[in-house]
């Protein structure tokens, strides 16, 4: 394992670095990736961020996007970096099956690991981490890395403070989640006042939506949503029928399932989906009810007490039966 020192001497001149995060990588996940990313480029890493899969196209104007690797469009290039690379960080994920295909890669390299993460549960992988369930992005944790640990923060330039503002705003639910805490208020304030734009920021990545994307979400709501008031419950399930239909893009499934919890009898909500592969779904909670809990007991998953998601094998609809089966067992803390 690598102490604080030894990872801050190797930092001290150039190397060869990866970043990498989970596999359909969200707000946080690009935002934290990129906003280290703008960070090692000023010390003069040679750094890359691979993806292991797309992500969506309103986190394309993110600074430093231009040189993503996306995995499964540059196999080649992306296993040679990996190969060669002194250091990878690894953002935003807690175990090497979030990577799909690249966890064999990057765990038969040489390289240094670095975990920066949020999630419970961290599997042995790493050499170095930075961790903490209580921070509300990986972003935050990238910030706090820059800032308290490495003492750079002069170089929370504007680059690096917009994409760590998009991955804490992302992953906080815009400012409104549990653990955004006071600390959280006081690292945006920092970074805006380094150069995030915070209206933009939003207007970009919740304003951007094709016509598609919401006669899809239209639909969603008028057709596919399921209210089961005895156990303060919605459900919104859509077949990959309808995800043609609606020619439905990398990202535009995002926040669908926050639409069902926003109703004020509803504590918890699931979308569950039925891809090409298997049928995954999205728990989001209120309270203490502890969405991660249904996902890593039966599908599969895990994720954080009020977000978490999962996956399985079975049909659309033997999902949906084994969500609803699974709900009588939760009740007493669904009614309270």
């Not at 994920?93 to 799909?100: D, E, K, M, V």
């Amino acid at each position: 394992m690598l102490n604080l020192a030894a990872l801050t001497e190797l930092l001290a001149s150039p190397k060869k670095i990866v970043i990498t995060t989970h596999h359909k990588p969200d707000g946080d996940a690009m935002g934290s990736s990129l906003g280290l990313y703008n960070y090692l480029i000023q010390q003069g890493h040679h750094t890359t961020v691979i993806t292991p899969t797309d992500y969506p196209d309103f986190l394309a104007w993110l600074p430093g996007n231009e040189d993503v690797i996306i995995y499964t469009e540059q196999l080649e290039k992306s296993a040679e970096l990996i190969a060669a690379a002194e250091l990878i960080f690894c953002l935003d994920f807690n175990a090497l099956s979030r990577i799909n295909e690249m966890g064999v890669l990057v765990g038969d390299s040489s390289a240094y690991k670095i975990m920066i993460d949020h999630h419970l549960e961290p599997a042995d992988f790493d050499d170095y981490r930075h961790w903490d369930i209580n921070a509300c992005a990986a972003a935050q944790l990238v910030y706090d890395f820059i800032v308290n640990q490495l003492y750079h923060p002069e170089l929370i330039n504007k680059d690096v403070a917009t994409c760590l503002y998009t991955g804490i705003m992302t992953d906080s639910g815009s400012f409104r989640l549990p653990n955004t805490s006071s600390t959280v208020h006081r690292i945006v304030a920092d970074l805006i006042d380094a150069g995030a734009v915070n209206y933009r920021i939003h207007e970009l990545v919740y304003n951007s939506a094709s016509e598609n994307r919401l006669r899809f979400l239209g639909h969603c709501l008028a057709n596919c949503l399921e209210v089961l008031p005895e156990y303060n419950t919605a459900i919104i399930a859509v077949n990959n029928t309808d995800l043609k239909k609606f020619d439905v893009n990398t990202g535009d499934t995002e926040g669908v399932v926050n639409y069902a919890l926003s109703m004020s009898s509803i504590k918890l909500a699931a979308f569950i989906v039925e891809r090409s592969d298997r049928v995954k779904l999205s728990l989001r909670s209120k309270g203490e009810f502890p969405a991660n809990e249904i996902c890593k007991k039966y599908f599969d998953g895990g994720g954080h007490r009020n977000a978490a998601g999962g996956h399985s094998e079975g049909t659309l609809e033997h999902v949906v039966e084994k969500f609803k089966s699974i709900l009588p067992e939760y009740k007493k803390l669904l009614k309270q």
